[in-house]
């Protein structure tokens, strides 16, 4: 069956500039996850939903950063003003327990 | 607060041999240990699991390995082949429905 799609693949943008990156679960999946990670180092997390709600929103480092999920199904990452120290790898992943499953990524350059 | 600290930071073996990689955790609430495998350019993969009731499991080639007391569990990969050079990741989690804590990750390259 189909996995975790996210897109765009690449995203080149100017400092300053309000970007979105788009993230569709595997079906069925309720959980969703966004995660960062930075060159050479581990995922970060940012933000869960559970359903159409953000049950925990604790890794959103500013309010530059915001998620939605309206539909209980695609997530929609939100990052305005973005700066050169957004530049990272969103990962977006679902579960529907435990195990949480990764999309392949979405590669933001803020120039 | 580095909450699952991971080593070696990169490893390289032969064709054959075992690469071991290590990882400790502080927060005794977490109850589910993935690992991960990520190949360059791609999202991190699902490799093996482990709860903490279990000392040790197996799936193919990979082994985990885990000292509840010492809050320490480890990635053996068996008969290592170069397919398997890529970044490794353990991480750990509290319960379903929770955030993952990963660790810095591992670079293992494989010769031939």
């Known amino acids: 069956g189909a996995g975790v799609s996210q897109t765009p693949s690449n995203k080149v943008t100017e400092k300053g500039k309000y970007v979105e990156l788009r993230c569709d679960p595997i079906?069925?999946?309720?959980?969703l996850y966004w995660y960062r990670q930075s060159l050479g180092q581990g995922p970060e997390f940012l933000i869960y939903f559970q359903g159409t709600g953000a049950a925990d929103d604790s890794g959103l480092p500013n309010d530059r950063f915001f998620a939605v999920r309206p539909e209980g199904s695609v997530s929609t990452l939100k990052i305005q003003r973005t700066e050169r120290g957004d530049s990272a790898v969103y990962l977006c992943?679902?579960?529907?327990?435990?195990?949480?499953?990764f999309g392949p990524g979405t590669r933001l350059t803020v120039l | 607060q580095q909450q699952v600290k991971q080593s070696p930071q990169s490893l390289i073996v032969q064709k054959g041999g075992i690469p071991i990689i290590n990882c400790a955790y502080e927060n005794t609430a977490f109850d589910y240990f993935p690992w991960y495998q990520q190949f360059p350019g791609k999202g991190p993969a699902l490799l093996i699991a482990?709860?903490?009731?279990?000392s040790e499991k197996k799936e193919g080639r990979f082994t985990i390995s885990f000292n509840k007391s010492a809050k320490q569990f480890s990635l053996h990969i068996m008969d290592s082949q170069p397919g398997d050079s890529a970044t490794y990741f353990c991480a750990a989690i509290k319960a379903a429905g929770n955030k993952l804590t990963f660790g810095g990750g591992t670079r293992v390259l494989v010769k031939p």
């Open positions: 992943a679902s579960s529907s327990g435990v195990e949480q499953f």
């Open positions: 482990i709860r903490p009731d279990v």
């Open positions: 079906s069925g999946h309720t959980a």
